[in-house]
């Protein structure tokens, strides 16, 4: 059963970071694309950043030089570093995949502002 459980989210200023985890269960891990995915109040959810199985990273233009993604196989876990941080971050934060099916974590919700 795939589980995926997402940490790290949290109230922070403008210019401030975050670290974002996302916790998968099952051997699967290792042979899955990874995805943060985000959902600002009143708006739809967007794909922020993915990272497949052999390291390729991509960005949501507004995240590029600012947030990282990165992943642990040893630890079947994902993370997103989040610098400079701006009110416009604000959302709730999803991880994702969808190698072996459709499944989300509940989410982590981040807050910018000072």
């Known amino acids: 059963q795939v589980q995926l459980v997402e940490s790290g989210g949290g109230l922070v200023q403008p210019g401030g970071s975050l670290r974002l985890s996302c916790a998968a269960s099952?051997?699967?891990?290792?042979?899955?694309?990874m995805h943060w995915y985000r959902q600002a109040p009143g708006k739809g959810r967007e794909l922020v950043a993915v990272?497949?199985?052999?390291?390729?990273?991509n960005y949501l233009d507004s995240v590029k030089g600012r947030f990282t993604i990165s992943r642990d196989n040893g630890k079947n876990t994902v993370y997103l570093q989040m610098n400079s941080l701006k009110p416009d971050d604000t959302a709730v934060y999803y991880c994702?995949?969808?190698?072996?099916?459709?499944?989300w974590g509940k989410g982590t919700l981040v807050t910018v502002s000072s």
């Open positions: 994702h995949t969808g190698q072996y099916g459709d499944y």
């Open positions: 099952g051997s699967w891990f290792s042979r899955s694309a």
């Open positions: 990272i497949t199985t052999d390291g390729y990273t």
